[in-house]
C-alpha cells in the first residue's frame, strides 16, 4: 500500500463494497416499528446526493465537517459523503456539553456541522455566535425551512440525481492514501481534548491487517452501539462493511437488550461493562431460580469450563466431554445466549480491560469474546485475542504489520510492575493537530509513546499492567498500577465501580460505588433498614460487608497493594457529572477532587501499620 493507492482509502473502501455486494441490506434501520433494510445502491445514492448537497453548501477539499449524533445511518452516510469530497470530518461525542463543544469546533475550524436530534441543535445555536469559521449547520430531526439550519434529508432529497452519483465516484478516486480523514478528539481524563490525525492509510491498514484473522462474511449481521465517535466502533464498522456484513443501528443503549432480540446479530463490539451488566443479569436470574435449576446451572458450567481450553486453541473437545458439553448447552447455554439473540459467534472487547473471570464466563457459555488493545492513535488496533490463538488475561497477539517495543522499566524490589509500550506501523497517526509540545513527547522516529504499561509473555501476547501517568508511589516507596487493582473488581458482585487511590499515602485505599441492585438485596436479607442509598452505603454492618468483600478478593495481592481501608459512595459516576469521558473512563482527577475530603477522613483513621505495606 502507497501513500497515492486509491484503492487504500476509505472512499475506495466504500465504493468497492457497494460494487462487489450489493446486497438488499447493508444496513438495518429500526423504523415504523421494525428493522427495515437499505440496500449498497441506496447508500451510495444517497452519500453522492449528501456530497453534492455539501459541496453546494461551499464544503471543498481538506475542510473540516463535525459530525455531532448518536450512531445511526445518517451518521454513516454523512462520513462516507464527507470522506467522498475529500473533505476531513471531525466526530463529536454527543454527551459532550457546550463548552467542550466550542473547544472542539473552534479548534477543528470546522466549516459546518451535522448534527442529530434537537437537543444537540440547541447546543450548536447556543455557542454558534461564537464560532465565525461554522458557515452551515445541518440536522438529521430538523424539517425544511426551520431557521438558520439545513435539513439533512432535504437535502438529500434535493441533490440525488446521475451526475451528483458520477461526481462523487470521481472525488471518492482522487482521495489518496495519505490524505488526513478524520481528526478524533480523544475525550481524555486530564485536560483539554486532543485532536488525532488519521488517514485514510492508517485506518484502511488496520481493516486490512485485523479482516483475515476473524471468520466473518457477508452472511453476517452486526449490531452497531458504541459510539461513532470512538476510532474502535468505526474502524469495527468500516470492517463490517468491506466484507458485507450487514450493519444495525442499535435504537438506544436502553432498547439495546430488545434489539438484541430483534436484529440477531452473528457479530458486535462491546466494552467490558456490557458484558459486566449481561452476567450480573444472569447471575441474578439462576439466584432466584429453584434450587434444581441452580445445580443444574452449577453442573452446566462445571462442564463448560472444562472445554474453554480447548476452545481458546480451537482444538477439538474428547468425545466425552462433546457429549456432556452439547447436553449442558442443549440445557443451559442456548438460554443465555437468546439474551443477546441467539446467533452471536464473535464479540470484540475493547477500551478497556476485561476481566478474565468475566471472560471465562461468556466462553464458557458459548460466547467467543476477543480482548484487543489499541488507542485512537493507533486506528485502534494493536494486538488483539483471536480464533485457535486466544488467551485469557491478555490482549492477545501483536496484528501483522505492527512492531512493539518497550520503553521504561518500572519496577518494584526485583518485580516488575511494566515497561512503557512503543508502536510503530502503517496505522500510527502522523500526530496529533497543531501540537507540536505533545508530537515531540509522544512521537519519536515512528515511535509511538503509548503512555501504557505491559509486557509479552514468553507465547506472544501482550499483556497490559497499567497507565504510566496513573502509576503512583505508596510513602514507602512502592509502585501501585491502579488499573491493576480495579481490573480485579470487575467480577466482584457488590462492586459497580472503584477508583483506587494511594498516591505517597502510607497504605491503598478505593472509593466504591456499590452495585446497588445486589447490596439492596443483600442488605434486605439481612434486615438491616435503609430509607435511600446514602442510609445504606452509611449503615455500619454494610461498610463492615464490603469491607471484607474487599479484603478476600485482594488477601493474595503483595501488602503493599492491598485495598485496606474503603469509602462508599452513595451516587454512581457519570458522564453528566464529568466524573466519567464519554468512554465511560473515570476521570481520576475530578473524582478525587469532588471526593477530597472522603479520602482524608479514609486516612485519618485507624491505618495499617507501615511495616504491613
Given at each position: 500500500?502507497?501513500?497515492?493507492?486509491?484503492?487504500?482509502?476509505?472512499?475506495?473502501?466504500?465504493?468497492?463494497?457497494?460494487?462487489?455486494?450489493?446486497?438488499?441490506?447493508?444496513?438495518?434501520?429500526?423504523?415504523?416499528?421494525?428493522?427495515?433494510?437499505?440496500?449498497?445502491?441506496?447508500?451510495?445514492?444517497?452519500?453522492?446526493?449528501?456530497?453534492?448537497?455539501?459541496?453546494?453548501?461551499?464544503?471543498?477539499?481538506?475542510?473540516?465537517?463535525?459530525?455531532?449524533?448518536?450512531?445511526?445511518?445518517?451518521?454513516?452516510?454523512?462520513?462516507?459523503?464527507?470522506?467522498?469530497?475529500?473533505?476531513?470530518?471531525?466526530?463529536?461525542?454527543?454527551?459532550?456539553?457546550?463548552?467542550?463543544?466550542?473547544?472542539?469546533?473552534?479548534?477543528?475550524?470546522?466549516?459546518?456541522?451535522?448534527?442529530?436530534?434537537?437537543?444537540?441543535?440547541?447546543?450548536?445555536?447556543?455557542?454558534?455566535?461564537?464560532?465565525?469559521?461554522?458557515?452551515?449547520?445541518?440536522?438529521?430531526?430538523?424539517?425544511?425551512?426551520?431557521?438558520?439550519?439545513?435539513?439533512?434529508?432535504?437535502?438529500?432529497?434535493?441533490?440525488?440525481?446521475?451526475?451528483?452519483?458520477?461526481?462523487?465516484?470521481?472525488?471518492?478516486?482522487?482521495?489518496?492514501?495519505?490524505?488526513?480523514?478524520?481528526?478524533?478528539?480523544?475525550?481524555?481524563?486530564?485536560?483539554?481534548?486532543?485532536?488525532?490525525?488519521?488517514?485514510?492509510?492508517?485506518?484502511?491498514?488496520?481493516?486490512?491487517?485485523?479482516?483475515?484473522?476473524?471468520?466473518?462474511?457477508?452472511?453476517?449481521?452486526?449490531?452497531?452501539?458504541?459510539?461513532?465517535?470512538?476510532?474502535?466502533?468505526?474502524?469495527?464498522?468500516?470492517?463490517?462493511?468491506?466484507?458485507?456484513?450487514?450493519?444495525?443501528?442499535?435504537?438506544?443503549?436502553?432498547?439495546?437488550?430488545?434489539?438484541?432480540?430483534?436484529?440477531?446479530?452473528?457479530?458486535?463490539?462491546?466494552?467490558?461493562?456490557?458484558?459486566?451488566?449481561?452476567?450480573?443479569?444472569?447471575?441474578?436470574?439462576?439466584?432466584?431460580?429453584?434450587?434444581?435449576?441452580?445445580?443444574?446451572?452449577?453442573?452446566?458450567?462445571?462442564?463448560?469450563?472444562?472445554?474453554?481450553?480447548?476452545?481458546?486453541?480451537?482444538e477439538e473437545l474428547p468425545f466425552g466431554l462433546a457429549l456432556r458439553r452439547g447436553l449442558a448447552d442443549r440445557l443451559v447455554f442456548t438460554k443465555v445466549r437468546e439474551r443477546?439473540?441467539?446467533?452471536?459467534?464473535?464479540?470484540?472487547?475493547?477500551?478497556?480491560?476485561?476481566?478474565?473471570?468475566?471472560?471465562?464466563?461468556?466462553?464458557?457459555?458459548?460466547?467467543?469474546?476477543?480482548?484487543?488493545?489499541?488507542?485512537?492513535?493507533?486506528?485502534?488496533?494493536?494486538?488483539?485475542?483471536?480464533?485457535?490463538?486466544?488467551?485469557?488475561?491478555?490482549?492477545?497477539?501483536?496484528?501483522?504489520?505492527?512492531?512493539?517495543?518497550?520503553?521504561?522499566?518500572?519496577?518494584?524490589?526485583?518485580?516488575?510492575?511494566?515497561?512503557?509500550?512503543?508502536?510503530?506501523?502503517?496505522?500510527?497517526?502522523?500526530?496529533?493537530?497543531?501540537?507540536?509540545?505533545?508530537?515531540?513527547?509522544?512521537?519519536?522516529?515512528?515511535?509511538?509513546?503509548?503512555?501504557?504499561?505491559?509486557?509479552?509473555?514468553?507465547?506472544?501476547?501482550?499483556?497490559?499492567?497499567?497507565?504510566?501517568?496513573?502509576?503512583?508511589?505508596?510513602?514507602?516507596?512502592?509502585?501501585?498500577?491502579?488499573?491493576?487493582?480495579?481490573?480485579?473488581?470487575?467480577?466482584?458482585?457488590?462492586?459497580?465501580?472503584?477508583?483506587?487511590?494511594?498516591?505517597?499515602?502510607?497504605?491503598?485505599?478505593?472509593?466504591?460505588?456499590?452495585?446497588?441492585?445486589?447490596?439492596?438485596?443483600?442488605?434486605?436479607?439481612q434486615g438491616i433498614g435503609f430509607r435511600n442509598r446514602q442510609e445504606l452505603v452509611d449503615h455500619p454492618r454494610i461498610q463492615a460487608f464490603m469491607q471484607d468483600q474487599v479484603?478476600?478478593?485482594?488477601?493474595?495481592?503483595?501488602?503493599?497493594?492491598?485495598?485496606?481501608?474503603?469509602?462508599?459512595?452513595?451516587?454512581?459516576?457519570?458522564?453528566?457529572?464529568?466524573?466519567?469521558?464519554?468512554?465511560?473512563?473515570?476521570?481520576?482527577?475530578?473524582?478525587?477532587k469532588r471526593y477530597r475530603e472522603v479520602i482524608e477522613e479514609i486516612y485519618q483513621r485507624r491505618a495499617p501499620q507501615p511495616s504491613a505495606v
Amino acid at each position: 500500500m502507497t501513500l497515492g493507492d486509491t484503492s487504500a482509502t476509505l472512499s475506495g473502501l466504500f465504493l468497492a463494497a457497494v460494487d462487489r455486494y450489493r446486497k438488499p441490506d447493508a444496513f438495518l434501520v429500526k423504523s415504523a416499528g421494525r428493522y427495515q433494510p437499505v440496500s449498497h445502491e441506496e447508500a451510495l445514492r444517497r452519500a453522492a446526493a449528501l456530497a453534492r448537497a455539501f459541496e453546494r453548501l461551499g464544503l471543498a477539499r481538506g475542510d473540516r465537517l463535525a459530525i455531532l449524533s448518536d450512531n445511526r445511518l445518517e451518521w454513516a452516510l454523512t462520513d462516507y459523503a464527507a470522506l467522498g469530497l475529500g473533505a476531513v470530518d471531525v466526530p463529536i461525542y454527543s454527551t459532550l456539553l457546550e463548552p467542550d463543544l466550542e473547544f472542539i469546533l473552534r479548534d477543528s475550524g470546522a466549516k459546518g456541522i451535522v448534527v442529530s436530534t434537537a437537543e444537540q441543535l440547541r447546543k450548536i445555536r447556543n455557542i454558534r455566535t461564537r464560532l465565525p469559521e461554522l458557515r452551515f449547520v445541518v440536522a438529521m430531526d430538523a424539517a425544511e425551512g426551520e431557521a438558520d439550519v439545513e435539513s439533512w434529508w432535504g437535502l438529500e432529497r434535493r441533490e440525488e440525481s446521475s451526475e451528483a452519483m458520477e461526481s462523487f465516484r470521481a472525488g471518492a478516486r482522487a482521495a489518496r492514501a495519505g490524505d488526513v480523514a478524520t481528526i478524533l478528539y480523544t475525550s481524555g481524563t486530564t485536560g483539554e481534548p486532543k485532536g488525532v490525525l488519521l488517514t485514510h492509510a492508517n485506518i484502511v491498514s488496520n481493516i486490512q491487517a485485523t479482516i483475515g484473522l476473524f471468520p466473518w462474511s457477508a452472511g453476517d449481521v452486526a449490531i452497531s452501539f458504541l459510539p461513532l465517535s470512538h476510532i474502535f466502533e468505526r474502524t469495527l464498522d468500516y470492517g463490517y462493511f468491506r466484507q458485507g456484513v450487514s450493519i444495525a443501528y442499535a435504537e438506544t443503549m436502553d432498547t439495546l437488550p430488545q434489539n438484541f432480540l430483534e436484529v440477531r446479530p452473528t457479530v458486535l463490539a462491546v466494552v467490558p461493562r456490557v458484558l459486566e451488566r449481561v452476567y450480573e443479569k444472569v447471575q441474578e436470574v439462576v439466584s432466584q431460580g429453584s434450587s434444581a435449576k441452580q445445580k443444574l446451572f452449577r453442573w452446566a458450567m462445571r462442564v463448560g469450563e472444562e472445554a474453554v481450553p480447548y476452545r481458546l486453541t480451537a482444538e477439538e473437545l474428547p468425545f466425552g466431554l462433546a457429549l456432556r458439553r452439547g447436553l449442558a448447552d442443549r440445557l443451559v447455554f442456548t438460554k443465555v445466549r437468546e439474551r443477546l439473540g441467539g446467533r452471536v459467534n464473535i464479540m470484540f472487547s475493547g477500551s478497556a480491560p476485561l476481566s478474565p473471570d468475566i471472560a471465562r464466563f461468556f466462553w464458557t457459555v458459548g460466547l467467543c469474546v476477543y480482548e484487543g488493545y489499541g488507542l485512537t492513535e493507533t486506528s485502534p488496533v494493536i494486538s488483539v485475542n483471536r480464533p485457535g490463538r486466544t488467551r485469557l488475561g491478555t490482549v492477545g497477539p501483536v496484528i501483522p504489520g505492527v512492531e512493539i517495543r518497550f520503553g521504561e522499566e518500572y519496577s518494584n524490589d526485583e518485580v516488575q510492575v511494566g515497561r512503557e509500550i512503543l508502536v510503530k506501523g502503517p496505522n500510527v497517526s502522523p500526530g496529533y493537530y497543531h501540537l507540536d509540545e505533545e508530537n515531540r513527547a509522544a512521537f519519536e522516529d515512528g515511535w509511538f509513546y503509548t503512555g501504557d504499561l505491559g509486557e509479552l509473555d514468553a507465547d506472544g501476547y501482550l499483556v497490559i499492567t497499567g497507565r504510566k501517568k496513573h502509576l503512583f508511589k505508596t510513602s514507602g516507596g512502592k509502585y501501585v498500577a491502579p488499573e491493576k487493582l480495579e481490573h480485579l473488581f470487575q467480577s466482584q458482585p457488590y462492586v459497580g465501580q472503584v477508583l483506587v487511590i494511594g498516591d505517597r499515602r502510607k497504605f491503598v485505599s478505593a472509593l466504591i460505588v456499590p452495585n446497588f441492585t445486589r447490596l439492596e438485596a443483600y442488605a434486605r436479607e439481612q434486615g438491616i433498614g435503609f430509607r435511600n442509598r446514602q442510609e445504606l452505603v452509611d449503615h455500619p454492618r454494610i461498610q463492615a460487608f464490603m469491607q471484607d468483600q474487599v479484603d478476600a478478593l485482594t488477601a493474595t495481592l503483595p501488602p503493599h497493594e492491598r485495598v485496606h481501608q474503603i469509602a462508599l459512595l452513595a451516587s454512581e459516576f457519570t458522564i453528566a457529572s464529568g466524573e466519567l469521558s464519554p468512554t465511560q473512563k473515570v476521570r481520576r482527577k475530578v473524582v478525587e477532587k469532588r471526593y477530597r475530603e472522603v479520602i482524608e477522613e479514609i486516612y485519618q483513621r485507624r491505618a495499617p501499620q507501615p511495616s504491613a505495606v
